[in-house]
């Protein structure tokens, strides 16, 4: 099966612009996650979607990123306007979906995620 | 709270070695699962295996096996044969199965460097 996509692979811009990334999970995942990873960092999680509703943004850093999943498939996260610390790499994961289900069903499957630099 | 701990920044091996990265975790959780990705250079996060808290044996997939203790709270990734490509970084991260506790929990990682 196809794994989750992600574009662009790479983004340069300047301070104060904006960026969207794009998100396309495994087909059939009802839960899509974002992460963000910093350099030296393990990934933070930014927003979870389960189908096109939101479970946590509780670390997402409303003045600037939004993301949406209108028809509970693919997702756009967006910056506006970016910081110099907005650079980083934004993952994207998916999840088969929820119900307590234990076993490999359990696993995230990420994306390549996108590059961001912001000069 | 839950919480993940990588105690080794960087480790080396020479190709064909195995080597143990270690993992240990904290959690009030009965029910929780414990993962082990692999984050080459060029960025992508890949799944290498999975511990669920009431599997009996530990989990193999390949050349990878992870020695889960759970009396010890440790889950540490071993990987036998080591390759050139096994360079990369590795994160260790734990899920618990209820509420708030299913997002993922990261540690900070370990760099490994197979030196031919």
């Known amino acids: 099966e196809a794994g989750v996509a992600q574009s662009p692979r790479y983004k340069i811009i300047e301070k104060r612009q904006s960026v969207a990334f794009w998100c396309n999970p495994i087909s059939g995942h009802a839960t899509l996650y974002w992460y963000q990873q910093i350099l030296g960092q393990g990934p933070k999680l930014l927003i979870q979607f389960q189908n096109n509703g939101v479970v946590d943004d509780s670390q997402l850093p409303k003045d600037r990123f939004s993301a949406e999943r209108l028809k509970g498939v693919d997702s756009t996260l967006k910056i506006q306007p970016a910081k110099l610390e907005d650079s980083a790499v934004y993952l994207c994961?998916?999840?088969?979906?929820?119900?307590?289900?234990?076993?490999?069903?359990?696993?995230?499957?990420f994306g390549p995620g996108t590059r961001l630099t912001v000069l | 709270a839950q919480k993940i701990t990588q105690t080794q920044p960087g480790m080396f091996v020479q190709e064909k070695e195995a080597v143990t990265l270690d993992c240990t975790y904290d959690t009030s959780d009965q029910s929780y699962g414990l993962f082990w990705y692999k984050q080459p250079s060029s960025g992508e996060m890949i799944f290498l295996i999975y511990?669920?808290?009431?599997d009996e044996q530990n989990a193999t997939e390949g050349r990878y096996s992870l020695n889960f203790q759970k009396a010890r709270k440790s889950a540490n990734l071993v990987i036998s044969a080591s390759q050139l490509g096994d360079s990369a970084m590795y994160f260790c991260?734990?899920?618990?199965?209820?509420?708030?506790?299913?997002?993922?929990?990261w540690g900070l990682g370990t760099s490994l460097a197979v030196n031919p």
């Open positions: 991260a734990m899920r618990g199965h209820a509420g708030n506790n299913r997002k993922l929990i």
């Open positions: 511990q669920g808290s009431y």
């Open positions: 994961a998916s999840w088969v979906g929820g119900g307590g289900r234990r076993g490999s069903t359990d696993t995230q499957y």
